[in-house]
């Protein structure tokens, strides 16, 4: 059976594990069915040959499986086995349920993200802070001086005495 949701899925990574064999991560949280309050829609009537069956309701509806995702996302119902003989389901005409598919548009995310023509950024104060040589930090005074002077028996720091 081929659901939409499933096969449009992104995998995160793939690993071999010695007791599990190969191991697929999948991103859960990608998008794959858009809601939307312009479409019509007409109702199932649930019967008890069709509870907890998905896959019949939709092939009742639709003639197909293929569109199980629909129906389940079209009346939040994360869990198909709740589907009891009674419950009414909303579903979509079959031209409308491409208007309810989210497709990513592929871009490649470095063309998108970097713009290859664009000048770097100057820092003046960053190029007269190493012209001038200072070896610290800059000072927030006017006019910067020497961080420490050794003068005889006092060192000068930052521009206050300090008796050693």
């Known amino acids: 059976m081929e659901i939409f949701d499933l096969n449009n899925i992104k995998l995160i990574e793939e690993k071999f594990d010695k007791e599990l064999g190969q191991t697929k991560f999948w991103d859960l949280t990608e998008t794959t069915y858009q809601s939307r309050t312009d479409i019509s829609y007409s109702f199932y009537y649930v019967e008890s040959t069709d509870e907890m069956r998905i896959d019949l309701i939709c092939n009742n509806i639709y003639g197909t499986t293929e569109f199980v995702d629909i129906i389940l996302n079209f009346n939040e119902i994360s ?30 995310l470095t063309k998108s993200l970097l713009n290859r023509n664009k000048a770097p950024r100057k820092d003046e104060g960053r190029k007269k802070y190493i012209d001038d040589n200072f070896s610290l930090p800059p000072t927030v005074l006017p006019n910067p001086i020497e961080p420490v002077v050794q003068d005889g028996n006092d060192a000068v720091i930052g521009g206050g005495l300090f008796n050693s």
């Open 79 to 108: 869990n198909p086995l709740n589907i009891k003989a009674g419950d009414i389901l909303k579903y979509p005409a079959r031209d409308n349920i491409e208007l309810l598919r989210y497709r990513k548009e592929s871009k490649d």
